[in-house]
């Protein structure tokens, strides 16, 4: 049963940083590529940033470009998202997906306030 739990959202003023973490199970990591999306309050979920399986190949959304990376641990089967220059307009609900099984994690909330 593929499983993804996502850590290290939180509250944090504007500029400042932080590193979002997604723990996968269940299913052979190192084999597929990852995402990070998010959903803020009242808009659609958007898609943020992808990652290879072998993270070699990286792309993101126009709005966090300079600004996020992603990157995966294959050994802890884990892909992060480090955001660093945050911005009010970066809350939001941020989400975990494994597009070869079409499964979500259950979210983290970040909050970008003064």
């Known amino acids: 049963q593929v499983q993804l739990v996502e850590s290290g959202g939180g509250l944090v003023q504007p500029g400042g940083s932080l590193r979002l973490s997604c723990a996968a199970s269940?299913?052979?990591?190192?084999?597929?590529?990852m995402n990070w999306h998010r959903q803020a309050p009242g808009k659609e979920r958007e898609w943020v940033a992808r990652i290879s399986n072998t993270g070699g190949t990286t792309s993101y959304t126009d709005s966090v470009k300079g600004r996020f990376t992603i990157f995966r641990d294959n050994s802890k089967n884990t892909v992060y998202l480090q955001m660093n220059s945050l911005k009010p307009e970066d809350t939001a609900v941020y989400y975990c997906y494994a597009p070869r099984w079409d499964s979500w994690g259950q979210g983290t909330q970040v909050t970008v306030s003064p």
């Open positions: 269940g299913f052979a990591f190192s084999s597929y590529a």
